[in-house]
């Protein structure tokens, strides 16, 4: 986990952007389904995760100029986009969820 201020871990907060319950109707996610409880399993995953990103992570644009990290949901063809940061002044890390689409993101180097 994450250390804040005086070596104490981080809490983690996830939070979900606007884009994101747009980008989940365009892809056709019902709330319940398998493929939906996929999704969310992998949301649970990113705000237990030791440390953020992790070594194997993919960064990516989203457009038209932010670039995120990605998550893939196992046994499926989403991918979940990712920002995390400290909250300044706390010892809160910010998880925003910011998008999933149903493809591979292109990879991004030297971002």
């Keep these: 986990m994450a250390r804040g201020r005086g070596g104490r871990p981080l809490e983690r907060v996830i939070r979900y952007d606007r884009r994101f319950r747009s980008s989940c109707e365009r892809l056709g996610l019902v709330p ?53 940061r400290t909250e300044a002044g706390t010892d809160a890390e910010i998880v925003e969820i910011v998008s999933i689409v149903g493809a591979p993101p292109p990879p991004v180097d030297d971002l």
């Design 32 to 84: 319940g389904t398998p493929l939906a409880r996929r999704v969310a399993a992998t949301v649970r995953t990113l705000a237990f995760a030791v440390e953020l990103p992790e070594a194997s992570g993919s960064r990516a644009l989203i457009p038209p100029t932010r670039s995120a990290w990605v998550r893939r949901v196992p046994a499926a063809n989403q991918w979940i986009y990712f920002v995390a």
